[in-house]
């Protein structure tokens, strides 16, 4: 139990430390990642044993907070822990020259820590706890470098795209827990009919932001404005990978239905964010559109029925899509820029990570013996034996033509070109980040039929799939490296340059509306204060004028009363002319003395008000505050 909460604790504290103290940040973020990296590979050890373990923590009313460690579980947490562990180690590297490093380490660590608790959560209300502060971290990571231009819209649209789809999961979830009368994930999963179909399709929604699907998924290229660590994390093992990870876990509840349209959601994605990503001309832009495509895929295997072959693919994509962003990051370095033109020749100066980043694309692709082949050819035997496989598996083998085509292009840019000399600053550190993840790129495959024991879970069988998959792939690699991509998508060329925006996309369709109506209600917001002030100032010059005429009619009635006085003294200085006269001349003159002092209090200027109230108020706190001193 007590390696299950130090899974999460342990970056958390870590990264509350980092940004406290503000020293030797990158100290206190490796030994962050690397005890929660050890404490997951102790709590994968107990599933793999059979030792299930659960937390439970005080909650809400009737529903307490959970931590639990299935298989499933075990392994997805065991995932984030290794590749948050090793791209620490590049960052610290990557990062070395930038006065913010505790910040960005602070936020980085609850980032992977807020990770940690989606996974292993047991219960909803830790999911949109964890859910929340993923959201948050990442954007505060995406516009980490705010100083610099297009960065602040970049983080702003990635948190407008992910929020508007969180309302789908809200509600989801919001279904699931009235309808099962509880918040325990495992007891809402028994759940069917009308409720599972609405909260799967609900829950859908939710995933497809996070995970970038069609037509949420502009947002993803663009969040590349965050430090390459940060886009390493965010694509492989975090941020992206929190929609896929959901729907995982909610497959078993998922009706036909929804299922159905799970796998067209993923599949129609794989295919448009796989043409977007060969038209790119943007490194870190293709690989971000690659990871809307692979996601796209894993959300096929949902659709299809076999959520075990997509948990797979996630595991694989997690080491392969690190390793790739870690070494567009070291070109990004030399070249100073992640556009092709500009790194063309680039892995001629670099060719250990040239090699590294070579492996991965080609495990991407689904060459074997890497990793992507195994998970690849289980997708797309899933996709054949599904229901709905007229729709899934051209989709399938599309999405990996598609891939091997635009990795093959990024080689290729790569390698052709003129080398240029390069800096060799932090590279240790990156270069060791980088080794450990291709070679879980490289062999993580060897490792996925322990795990589909592990899950209890039986694949279909991948004769036909691994087949038509190899073929897929070369085919795609071919075209990408032969072929340049005008001749190759032809007059798709300049949709998929726009994203495949139809009447402006979701730009045009949610976020444009959804910026003039904050700023339509600003508008009205503003004019309402205005029109409070002038209200104000109406009623406040109203008064004034009031105490003008008070004050006027206070003067005249004084001096009547003087007058008053004078024809008294005047009737009287026949019968008293010695001291009874001076007596009412005295008292005369000093009544029109203090009115004329009285006029100059009730002058009707605000601020002269104002300011013996002031002074009257200080007055007797002193008073007040004295008079205990003095007893």
């Known amino acids: 139990m007590t390696m299950l909460a130090l899974t999460l604790l342990a970056p958390l504290l870590a990264g509350l430390v980092a940004l406290a103290l503000r020293r030797a940040p990158e100290a206190i973020a490796l030994a962050g990642v690397g005890l929660g990296f050890l404490a997951a ?88 706890a964890a859910w929340e502060l993923i959201g948050f971290s990442s954007y505060l990571l995406i516009g980490f470098w705010h100083g610099r231009d297009g960065v602040p819209s970049a983080a702003t649209r990635a948190f407008l795209y992910t929020r508007s789809a969180d309302l789908g999961l809200y509600l989801g979830i919001f279904v699931l827990i009235g309808w099962a009368g509880t918040s325990e994930i495992s007891a809402t999963l028994a759940i069917s009919g009308t409720p599972a179909l609405v909260a799967g ?38 941020l992206v990978a929190a929609g896929a990870i959901l729907l995982i876990r909610v497959a078993p509840m998922l009706p036909s239905g929804a299922l159905l349209a799970v796998g067209l959601v993923g599949g129609i994605t794989a ?85 590294a980043f070579g492996i991965a694309a080609l495990a991407l692709a689904g060459i074997p013996p890497l990793a992507g082949f195994f998970s690849k050819d289980a997708i797309l035997a899933a996709a054949l034996a599904a229901p709905g496989v007229v729709w899934l598996a051209p989709l399938a083998l599309a999405g990996t033509v598609l891939t091997g085509a635009y990795m093959a292009r990024a080689l290729r840019v790569l390698w ?3 080398a240029q000399p ?30 589909e024991h ?3 879970a039986e694949l279909p069988p991948e004769g036909t799939a691994m087949i038509l998959g190899l073929m897929a792939a070369l085919s795609g690699l071919v075209l990408g490296w032969f072929i340049q991509p005008a001749r190759l998508m032809g007059p798709v060329l300049p949709m998929a340059q726009r994203g495949f925006a139809v ?15 904050a700023a339509a209600c600003e508008g009205f917001e503003r004019r309402l204060l205005a029109s409070q002030l002038g209200l104000v100032r109406i009623l406040s010059l109203g008064t004034a004028s009031s105490a003008e005429r008070s004050d006027k009619r206070l003067y005249a009635a004084t001096l009547q009363v003087g007058r008053m006085n004078l024809r008294l003294g005047d009737g009287a200085e026949n019968t008293d002319t010695h001291g009874i006269d001076g007596l009412i001349f005295g008292l005369v003159a000093r009544t029109i003395a203090a009115g004329r002092r ?26 007040l505050l004295i008079l205990p001193m003095s007893s």
């Open 41 to 128: 590979m102790a709590v994968l050890a107990g599933a793999i044993a059979g030792n299930a373990v659960q937390m439970v923590l005080p909650g809400l009313p009737q529903m307490p907070l959970r931590l639990v460690a299935t298989p499933l579980t075990a392994i997805v947490s065991a995932m984030v822990a290794t590749v948050a562990a090793f791209v620490v180690v590049y960052a610290v590297g990557y990062m070395r020259s930038d006065p913010e490093r505790p910040r960005f380490f602070g936020i980085l660590l609850l980032f992977v820590a807020a990770m940690e608790a989606l996974v292993l959560a047991g219960d909803w209300i830790t999911v949109l």
């Open 201 to 238: 399709l609900l829950l859908l929604i939710g995933a497809m932001g996070k995970s970038a699907q069609v037509p949420l998924q502009d947002w993803l290229q663009r969040a590349m404005a965050g430090p390459t660590p940060v886009s390493a994390l965010l694509h492989s093992a975090t």
């Open 271 to 355: 295919v448009v964010t796989g043409l977007i990503a060969l038209a790119e001309r943007d490194l870190k832009r293709l690989l971000a559109a690659s990871t809307s495509s692979q996601y796209g895929l894993m959300l096929l295997a949902i659709g299809a029925g076999v959520p075990a072959a997509a948990l797979l693919h996630l595991i694989a994509h997690a080491a392969i899509k690190s390793t790739l962003f870690l070494g567009a990051g070291v070109f990004q370095h030399d070249r100073d820029s992640t556009d092709m033109d500009a790194g063309a020749g680039a892995g001629r100066a670099r060719p250990l990570v040239l090699a």
């Open 416 to 418: 052709q070109g003129e």
């Open 422 to 451: 390069v800096l060799g600053k932090g590279m240790g550190w990156m270069g060791a980040g980088m080794a450990v993840l291709t070679a879980l790129a490289a062999g993580l495959g060897f490792a996925f039929t322990p795990l």
């Open 454 to 456: 592990l899950l209890e």
């Open 503 to 517: 009447a402006g996309g979701m730009d045009g369709l949610v976020l444009r509306p959804s910026l003039a109506f």
């Open 598 to 623: 009285l006029r100059l209090l009730q002058s009707g200027l605000i601020h002269r008000e104002l300011a013996l109230t002031v002074m009257g108020i200080a007055v007797i706190a002193a008073v």
